[in-house]
Nanobody, 116 residues
Framework: QVQLVESGGGLVHTGGSLRLSCAASGSIFSINNVNWYRQAPGKQREFVATITRGGSTSYADSVRGRFTISRDNTKTTMYLQMNSLKSEDTATYYC??????????WGQGTQVTVSS
């Protein structure tokens, strides 16, 4: 089992920055990659960014160049640095861990609201 807890969401003005955190606990050794997803009201959950076990990263086109995914040296906390925020970035952001055996774990989500 893996437990994920997100934090760092909040209200920010257009052009501002936020850093989201995802604290992982439990069977961390089983995690292959960690992803950030987001879901805006009335829309489907969408992929934002991923970081693999080896440290490779990739991003959705809509956030590339503005968002950065990273992790600490212990690989227990993952981050999503969000810069140049736009109103369309408003969503609930979820941390997801894809583990061995094809198991998905999800955090409870953290709300990000970008106002003009």
């Amino acid at each position: 089992q893996v437990q994920l807890v997100e934090s760092g969401g909040g209200l920010v003005h257009t052009g501002g920055s936020l850093r989201l955190s995802c604290a992982a606990s439990g069977s961390i050794f089983s995690i292959n990659n960690v992803n950030w997803y987001r879901q805006a009201p009335g829309k489907q959950r969408e992929f934002v960014a991923t970081i693999t076990r080896g440290g490779s990263t990739s991003y959705a086109d809509s956030v590339r160049g503005r968002f950065t995914i990273s992790r600490d040296n212990t690989k227990t906390t993952m981050y999503l640095q969000m810069n140049s925020l736009k109103s369309e970035d408003t969503a609930t952001y979820y941390c997801n861990a894809y583990a061995r055996g094809g198991i998905d774990y999800w955090g409870q989500g953290t709300q990000v609201t970008v106002s003009s």
